[in-house]
Nanobody, 119 residues
């Protein structure tokens, strides 16, 4: 069983920064890609970015150049550094990974952490 726990959300002014953390339990962390999603009120959940097991990253166009995903395998933790925050970044942010077991894919989500960008 994999458990994901996010932390680091809060209220920040436009142009500010926050760093989210996602701590994972279980032995699959170092071999798994990790994803950050977000969901704003009334909107569908969207992929913010991904970091592979090797450390390669991809980002949504809306956050490219402002957000950075990193991972620290020794601590089973993935981070989302968010800079130059905008009001439209306000959302609940979720950590996600998935595991293939035979023909089945298991998805694991954290509980989410609220990020509010407002003056």
């Amino acid at each position: 069983q994999v458990q994901l726990v996010e932390s680091g959300g809060g209220l920040v002014q436009p142009g500010g920064s926050l760093r989210l953390s996602c701590a994972a339990s279980g032995s699959i962390f170092s071999s798994n890609a990790m994803n950050w999603y977000r969901q704003a009120p009334g909107k569908q959940r969207e992929l913010v970015g991904t970091i592979t097991s090797g450390g390669s990253t991809v980002y949504a166009d809306s956050v490219k150049g402002r957000f950075t995903i990193s991972r620290e395998n020794a601590k089973n933790t993935v981070y989302l550094q968010m800079n130059s925050l905008k009001p439209e970044d306000t959302a609940v942010y979720y950590c996600h990974t998935q595991q293939l077991k035979g023909r089945a894919t298991y998805h694991y989500w954290g509980q989410g952490t609220q990020v509010t960008v407002s003056s």
